[in-house]
């Protein structure tokens, strides 16, 4: 069974479309993230919500936003693509607010041309 | 900012062979963890040691912390193939609200 999930694995797109990208848990866990890594494999934090409320918004493009229709969810809508876009995306969850191991998705590579 | 640095960024040892890599950290943390991530695959969690913690170990794997020095060493014993990967750490501060914050992680190449 997969413990988190994403949706498309990949995505090659025009710039200035809009796109999204879905998460989904069945751990039961509260805390749901989305990471981003770049071309040189370094990873940060873009969102976290706890409980379908957004709890980390680091310094993110509003072009970016996230949406959890409830907790087992996290979807991520990207506006206006830019090829600076281009990255492999992570969902991550974890079991409560503040819990510490983190459990990954697979993620979404994303190629913007 | 990037709060963690790695080293080496890369390791290439035969099979049997030990590997260590250094993770260093620029704030207080709240405990230290480290993951791998095969080729195109995502992040598998592999040890937590907490800051009260000076060493831990699972199976193969051996991590130190030193809060003092703000450092942290992830040791594999015994390499196998299958442990050809990337290794990241990643610190969590108390007040992170369960943020990781990732080093640029360190490419192991096992070979047979």
């Known amino acids: 069974d997969t413990a988190v999930s994403q949706t498309p694995k990949y995505l090659v797109t025009q710039m200035g479309n809009d796109k999204s990208i879905k998460c989904e848990q069945n751990?039961?866990?509260?805390?749901m993230y989305w990471y981003k890594q770049d071309s040189k494999k370094f990873l940060k934090i873009m969102f976290s919500y706890n409980n379908k409320e957004l709890i980390i918004n680091e310094t993110v493009p509003n072009r970016f936003s996230p949406k959890s229709p409830d907790k087992a969810h996290l979807n991520l809508h990207i506006n206006s693509l830019e090829l600076g876009d281009s990255a492999v995306y992570f969902c991550?969850?974890?079991?409560?607010?503040?819990?510490?191991?983190?459990?990954f998705g697979p993620g979404t590579r994303l190629l913007v041309l | 900012s990037q709060q963690g640095e790695e080293d080496p960024q890369a390791l290439s040892i035969q099979e049997g062979e030990n590997a260590t890599m250094n993770c260093s950290y620029k704030t207080s943390i709240n405990n230290l963890q480290w993951y791998r991530q095969n080729s195109g695959r995502g992040l598998v969690h592999l040890i937590l040691?907490?800051?009260?913690?000076r060493e831990k170990h699972s199976g193969r794997l051996r991590v130190t912390l030193d809060t003092s020095k703000k450092s942290s060493s992830l040791l594999i014993t015994a390499s196998r193939a299958a442990d050809t990967a990337s290794y990241f750490c990643a610190s969590q501060r108390p007040d992170s609200w369960g943020k990781l914050q990732f080093g640029a992680g360190t490419q192991v190449v096992v070979t047979p």
């Open positions: 040691i907490r800051s009260n913690e």
């Open positions: 751990l039961g866990h509260d805390t």
């Open positions: 991550a969850s974890s079991a409560g607010f503040g819990q510490e191991t983190q459990y």
